[in-house]
């Protein structure tokens, strides 16, 4: 258990509304990670974050944007929800273990209609 | 980046043996990664390779040879649970992110 917790864990959202998924991590991790996953693409990186403040675009980051004004939260924002943004989204977090493994939370399950 | 290719599918029968492959191109191999993901579940970690050569944890196995730009996950003594999705993740140092980038992930499906 790597302390991650997704919050909320399913939504259903209208196309055009802003939507915000927040992670919250308790152990401390520097590194954050947003990924979505889709079938026929697998994990995508949308966007990671190296340090409060310190955030960077992944391979699918049109349409998010990230905040982290502190250590323990990581936040995800689709300013102007679209049906091609109903996904799952996974938060994850770099581990401190040899391999520097990525943990993954529970994930967030979005529906745009 | 990378261009990881794993087999879309698998079968196998409870008790039996499967391997799954993983290949990859990268410029700055830096790890690579298995996970397992139940359907409707996040993934979990299983192994972690970064020098040649196999890795053994329990019933679960993973090879790597970084020459050959080739791993597998070795599954033996199959049970019904053990039916999810095995995804390959490739880090690279090229870049300087160190950040995996996951294949597509191939579903295995176990059967009495």
């Known amino acids: 258990d790597a302390g991650i917790t997704q919050s909320p864990r399913h939504k259903v959202t209208e196309t055009g509304t802003p939507v915000t998924l927040r992670c919250h991590q308790t152990?401390?991790?520097?590194?954050m990670y947003w990924y979505r996953q889709d079938p026929g693409h697998g994990l995508r990186l949308i966007h990671y974050s190296y340090g409060v403040k310190d955030t960077d675009k992944g391979e699918v980051s049109d349409g998010y944007s990230v905040s982290r004004s502190k250590t323990e939260d990581f936040l995800l924002t689709l300013e102007s929800a679209t049906s091609s943004q109903t996904s799952v989204y996974f938060c994850?977090?770099?581990?401190?273990?040899?391999?520097?493994?990525?943990?993954f939370g529970e994930g967030s399950w979005l529906t745009v209609v | 980046g990378q261009n990881i290719d794993q087999p879309t599918e698998m079968t196998a029968t409870e008790g039996a043996i499967v391997q799954i492959n993983c290949t990859y191109q990268t410029s700055g191999f830096n790890g690579l990664f298995w996970y397992q993901q139940h359907a409707g579940e996040a993934p979990t970690f299983l192994s972690y390779n970064v020098l040649d050569g196999l890795e053994e944890k329990g019933r679960f196995s993973s090879f790597l040879s970084r020459s050959k730009g080739y791993s597998y996950l070795l599954l033996k003594e199959l049970q019904m649970k053990d039916s999810a999705s095995y995804l390959c993740?490739?880090?690279?140092?090229?870049?300087?992110?160190?950040?995996?980038?996951f294949g597509r992930g191939t579903s295995l499906i176990v059967h009495p």
């Open positions: 152990e401390n991790h520097r590194y």
């Open positions: 993740a490739v880090r690279d140092s090229s870049g300087g992110s160190y950040i995996p980038t």
């Open positions: 994850a977090i770099r581990g401190a273990d040899s391999g520097n493994t990525i943990y």
